[in-house]
């Protein structure tokens, strides 16, 4: 079993950035591909971002390529998102998610765990 603690969200101003830690406990994560996707309220979940097992290879969704970034240290059993540019259609409430092998996707319901989430608003 995997546990994962999103921290990191916040308010912030338009342009602004801001960088969310994705911490996992119960094992390590190193051969588990991680993702983070978003829900703003009356919404669908969307796909942000995901990064294989190594952290060699890494996916966007459209609307933040060039502005976000996600890495992992696997060595603390945790991965991050770095949010640049920040807009205020980034608000939402950030997951963090691990799928059960080491290929990444952008699909949610290949995500075997998942965090309570973190509220990121960005104002105008």
């Known amino acids: 079993q995997v546990q994962l603690v999103e921290s990191g969200g916040g308010l912030v101003q338009a342009g602004g950035s801001l960088r969310l830690s994705c911490a996992a406990s119960?094992?390590?994560?190193?051969?588990?591909?991680m993702g983070w996707f978003r829900q703003a309220p009356e919404k669908e979940r969307e796909f942000v971002a995901a990064?294989?097992?190594?952290?060699?290879?890494?996916y966007y969704g459209d609307s933040v390529k060039g502005r976000f970034s996600i890495f992992r240290d696997n060595a603390k059993n945790t991965v991050y998102l770095r949010m640049n540019s920040l807009k205020p259609e980034d608000t939402a409430v950030y997951y963090c998610?691990?799928?059960?092998?080491?290929?990444?996707?952008?699909?949610?319901?290949?995500?075997?765990?998942w965090g309570q989430g973190t509220q990121v608003t960005v104002s105008s």
């Open positions: 990064i294989n097992g190594r952290g060699s290879t890494t």
């Open positions: 998610a691990a799928r059960g092998m080491l290929r990444a996707s952008d699909r949610a319901h290949e995500y075997d765990y």
């Open positions: 119960g094992r390590t994560v190193s051969s588990n591909a």
